[in-house]
């Protein structure tokens, strides 16, 4: 990621995290589906895990608990915004870290599970920082990524915000395409059972199956909210 991408992110996170939290608040059922899908994906895994751009820790809260793991690194490039998710996440396993997701202060092998949501689309250099994350990764070891659906026509609301505009990159081709040339391999990407926006938490489970309903029906599923990726460490590196 380059300095002055770096800076752009970062200085928008560190003066926004306040409006972040509120969005928060009304996208409660939103952060609870993408934990409940990450939590599906890394079902199995033990060792320590890394989750990329954790931010204030709304999707953290939910999956740490659902997570076998002895260690749980949540990085963020904003420390604004890991000074929330500090307060907000008091599992003593649970560390937020600071750091550039390309250049990560880790050992090879250091992580069973690297993971991360609507995080790639930050990057301007995705191939560069899927790699690190590879190799931070222990042979077998698993990624997992939630990112927003380019095709979806939510994601208009992105148009002329300087910070998003690599989501419109975010096609199903785009990501497996990054993902296979930074080394991983069994890629596979998905669309993710969310369809419906975030609503009130009354209609959770009415609108989650609409959102299991629809991942079924094959003409919807190019419509997805989130793309599902999955891909795992070979053993040859």
């Known amino acids: 990621m380059s300095d002055g991408w770096n800076a752009l992110q970062r200085d928008h ?12 608040e009304a996208r409660k059922r939103g952060y609870a589906r993408k934990a409940r899908a ?9 060792g320590p895990v890394l989750e990329v751009g954790a931010g204030s820790g709304l999707v953290t809260v939910l999956l740490a608990p659902r997570l076998q793991s002895p260690r749980y690194v949540a990085l963020d490039l904003s420390p604004e915004m890991l000074a929330f998710a500090r307060k907000r996440v008091p599992d003593p396993r649970v560390e937020c870290v600071v750091g550039d ?23 301007d ?34 148009l002329g915000v300087e910070f998003e505009l690599r989501v419109f990159l975010n096609t199903d081709a785009n990501l497996a395409r ?42 919807l599923r190019r419509w997805s909210a989130l793309w599902q990726v999955e891909a795992r460490r070979g053993h040859g590196r």
């Open 13 to 24: 996170y560190d003066h926004f995290v306040e409006g972040y939290e509120e969005e928060g």
């Open 38 to 46: 990450l939590a599906e994906a890394l079902r199995g895994v033990t």
């Open 101 to 123: 997701a390309t250049r990560l202060d880790a050992p090879d092998g250091a992580f069973e599970a690297v993971f991360c949501v609507d995080v790639v689309h930050h990057l």
């Open 125 to 158: 250099r995705p191939v560069e920082a899927l790699r690190e994350w590879a190799r931070v990764v222990r042979p077998g070891g698993r990624l997992v990524l939630l990112e927003a659906n380019a095709y979806n026509p939510m994601n208009r609301a992105y």
């Open 178 to 219: 990054w993902v296979t040339e930074a080394g991983w391999v069994d890629v596979r990407v998905e669309p993710a059972p969310a369809y419906t926006p975030s609503g009130p938490r009354v209609l959770g489970p009415v609108l989650d199956l609409v959102d299991r309903v629809a991942t079924r029906l094959p003409p």
